[in-house]
């Protein structure tokens, strides 16, 4: 299965990623800004999803909103 960002460049496990659209988080009062760089993603069982670290919690993010950085 391959995970493609939002321009079409491969992501793999450990990859950073830049935010390119200033995203509401579901269920938290925190928003991610455009431009924010996230570290160490990890790959899902979906092609469209990663999962990331942000502060003490995980989320999920749609890869649509994503590009490698």
């Given amino acids: 299965m391959e995970v493609k960002d939002s321009n079409g460049t491969l992501l793999n496990d450990g990859d950073s ?10 269920g ?5 800004k455009r431009g924010t760089t996230i570290k160490n993603i990890r790959l899902t069982s979906s092609s469209e ?5 942000i502060g ?8 649509c909103f994503l590009k490698k950085a």
């Fill in 28 to 32: 938290s009062s925190m928003n991610l």
């Fill in 49 to 53: 999803e990663v999962e990331c670290r």
């Fill in 17 to 26: 990623v830049r935010v390119i659209k200033d995203l509401k988080v579901k």
């Fill in 56 to 63: 003490k919690g995980t989320i999920v993010l749609k890869t």
